[in-house]
C-alpha cells in the first residue's frame, strides 16, 4: 500500500528535493525559473507518495506564496485573498500518469491540509482537472469567483478555496 511522508523542505535530503521539482515541472503547470529555489523557501510541507518499494509515484506541497502571486490570483478571479484569511496554497500536486486512477490524491493531499492547521488554503486547478476537483472537495474546498486563462496552460484555471475552521 502507497504511503505518504510529509514535511519541511530541510528535512528531506537534496536528491529527494531533485524528484520533487522534476515531477513539479513534469506536470508542466509552474513557472520552471527558480522552483527548486521556491520549494525550499516558500515550502511549508512538501508531501512524497511512494509505493511500498520506496518508488516514488507522486508529490504536492503546501506553501506559503508570493504576495504578488496571491494578488494575481485574486484579481483573475475576481475573489478577495487576503493573507490573514487564506495564508497558505496548496499545489505542486503531481501523480505519475502510471499511478493515476488509484484515488491516491487524497492521501497525498490530506496531510499537507492538516499541516494548515485550520488556516485557511487556496488552491487552483485548470476548469477540466476533474480528478482534483473531487479531491479538493472532499478536502472542504469549495470552487469560487470566475475562471481565467494563464500563461502556463492553454485550459482555464479555476479557484478553490478552503476557509479558516
Ligand atoms: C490531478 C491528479 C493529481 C489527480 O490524481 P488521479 O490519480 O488522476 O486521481 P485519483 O485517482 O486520485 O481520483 C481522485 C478523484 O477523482 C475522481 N476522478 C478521477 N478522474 C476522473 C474522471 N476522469 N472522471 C470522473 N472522476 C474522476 C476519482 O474517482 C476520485 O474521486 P472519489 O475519490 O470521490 O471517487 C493527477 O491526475 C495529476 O497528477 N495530474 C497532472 C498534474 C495536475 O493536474 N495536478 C493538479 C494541479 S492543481
Known amino acids: ?8 523542505p530541510t528535512q528531506f535530503q537534496p536528491v ?20 527548486r529555489n521556491r520549494v525550499m523557501t516558500r515550502g ?28 494575481q490570483v485574486a484579481t ?3 475573489t478577495a485573498l487576503a493573507e490573514g484569511d487564506f495564508p497558505y496554497e496548496l499545489g505542486w500536486v503531481f501523480v505519475l500518469p502510471s499511478a493515476r486512477g488509484r ?7 490530506e496531510p499537507l491540509v492538516t499541516q494548515a492547521a485550520g ?28 475562471a481565467w486563462r494563464s500563461k502556463q496552460n492553454q485550459e482555464e484555471l479555476v479557484l478553490f478555496l478552503k476557509k479558516a475552521v
Request: proline share 4%.
Open 119 to 146: 488556516k485557511g488554503i487556496f488552491a487552483t486547478s485548470r476548469i477540466g482537472n476533474i480528478g482534483m476537483h473531487a479531491t479538493l472537495k472532499k478536502l472542504g474546498f469549495v470552487r469560487t469567483g470566475k
Open 16 to 35: 529527494e528535493i531533485d524528484d520533487f521539482v522534476a515531477l513539479v515541472q513534469a506536470g508542466g503547470e509552474v513557472e520552471p525559473e527558480r522552483l
Open 103 to 109: 484515488k491516491l490524491s487524497f492521501p497525498l493531499c
Open 76 to 78: 483573475d478571479s475576481a
Open 1 to 8: 500500500m502507497p504511503e505518504v511522508c510529509a514535511g519541511e
Open 44 to 71: 511549508v510541507s512538501l508531501g512524497f507518495l511512494r509505493e511500498s518499494t520506496g518508488c516514488l509515484l507522486g508529490v504536492g506541497g503546501l506553501k506559503a506564496p508570493f504576495v504578488s502571486h496571491r494578488k
